[in-house]
Each structure stands twice: as C-alpha cells, then as structure tokens.
C-alpha cells in the first residue's frame, strides 16, 4: 500500500474511532448541551470517515477500518470508564484524552507522510485541527 493510502486509511480509521465512541456515549451522556454537543462533533468525523473512504476508493484502494478487535476493546474500555463516573466533566475529560492521542498520532502522520498528495495532506491537517478544536470546547465540559 503506498504511503497515500496509507494516510487515508488512518484518516479513516481515527474518525470511524470518533463516530463508534461517539455514538456509543450519546446513551451514556445525560446533560442535554453536552449531547448536543457530542452530536455536532460525531457528525464531524462522519464527515472525515466518508471524505477519507471517497479518496480511497478514487484511487483504487480498499479503505481498511478499525478490526473488529480494536472495536470490542474501546466498547469495554468506554464502559469500564464510565461505569463507576457517568458525570459529564469525566467524559469530556476522556475525550479531550482521545482527541489528544489523535493530534500526536496525526503530526506525526504528517511528518511521516509529508511526500503524499496534497490534497491528502491537507485533509489530514484539517483532522488535526478538528481535533485540536474539540479539545479546546471540550474544555469548557470540565
């Protein structure tokens, strides 16, 4: 696979993290504006996923998503966090965790991956900053 898809795919992979996280949250989530919230940011990496898997598929690629292993580990993983602390200050803390796993791992796609189309690259860095925008509104959760 070449270093294209290869970005793609993690572009792929961490938004479809977003969206199965997300959506697994908004039954746990009580605070109405918190919901609400979680929503708008779930729509936008819904939009990352179906972006990233558009591009791979134009260029002849299959996308690969998260294995079914990584799925059933962050499902238990968001359930054992949750279970004893439901509040919302504690799952804004979560996610302002997982989004800041995605910038570094995204910076340091970037750095690895500078050679790739740039289209690509410029996708991949409006991820980051989605990312680093979610961070700072989660903030405001705590």
Do not use: C, P, W
């Not at 918190?34 to 729509?43: A, C, P, V, W």
């Not at 998260?66 to 966090?81: G, R």
């Not at 690509?120 to 979610?134: D, G, H, Q, T």
Request: proline fraction near 0%; avoid cysteine; aromatic fraction near 8%.
């Amino acid at each position: 696979m070449d270093g294209n898809a290869e970005l793609l795919n993690f572009v792929y992979q961490n938004s479809q993290m977003g969206v199965d996280t997300l959506d697994q949250l908004s039954t746990i989530v009580k605070d109405q504006e918190f919901k609400d919230y979680l929503k708008k940011q779930y729509e936008g990496y819904l939009d990352f996923h179906k972006e990233a898997r558009e591009k791979l598929l134009e260029s002849g690629h299959d996308e690969k998503g998260l294995s079914a292993f990584e799925k059933i580990k962050t499902y238990l993983m968001v359930n054992m966090q949750t279970l004893t602390d439901q509040s919302t200050s504690h799952i804004a803390q979560m996610l302002i965790t997982g989004s800041s796993m995605g910038v570094t791992d995204a910076i340091k796609k970037e750095k690895e991956y500078k050679d790739a189309r740039k289209d690509i690259l410029a996708l991949m860095e409006k991820l980051r900053k989605y990312e680093e925008k979610n961070i700072e509104k989660l903030k405001e959760f705590l």
